[in-house]
């Protein structure tokens, strides 16, 4: 399992000091990664990040949002998906939405962070398959589900930079979608470190 550390400047984060601080600049890798505030129903990009839970089949937060905007016609592809493990993810269309997909990921309630980066790392398994090109993500688990925010900020950030380091040329765009300054703070902190600019 992640453990935590804690570092001089007070930030808690997830990854040992060797691989946190083994992150060098690299423009064509933050080129691709943006922090956007707002409503991640807005986006018109080819795909937006649910996060939802196991029956797929809406909620409140986010998840209860993206249904409302997408129509009922989501909820009725949603039925055939089966559900969803927390961890996994699947793909359906946007509906009503401006996004072409919703790859729906169901975070972990009891804050285990090893079930979070599976969040991502399968949200991208599926991103490669469909040849996705431009993506956002919410702050998975981090609202009802309850995950700490600067834990589960600095795994989004550490999977998806290690992911970039392989696939960058995979993909156009990757936003981050945070919904309150307080969020966006603590995500232009960290995004800092692993985007660090040249
Ligand atoms: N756009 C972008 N981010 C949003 C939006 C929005 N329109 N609305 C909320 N957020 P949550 P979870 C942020 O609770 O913790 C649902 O009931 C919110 O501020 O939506 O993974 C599901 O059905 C927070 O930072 O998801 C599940 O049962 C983030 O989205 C359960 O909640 C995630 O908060 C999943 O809980």
Redesign the pocket.
Known sequence: SIEVYHNPAGIDFDVSLDSFFGYTPNNAINKRVSLYT????CLEIDTIVN???ESLL?????????HKAAGKSLKKECELLGGCRPGYAKISGGHRLPAKYVIHTV?PRNKDGEILKSCYTNVFSLVREKNIKTIAF??????????PIEEATNIALKTTRDWLEDHHEEVERIIF????ED?KKIYAKLMKLYFPAP
């Open positions: 707002g409503d991640i129903r996060a939802a839970n809406g909620g409140g937060g986010v998840d209860g949002a993206i975070g919410p702050c998975i688990a981090t609202g009802v589900f309850g995950f979608c945070v919904f309150n969020t």
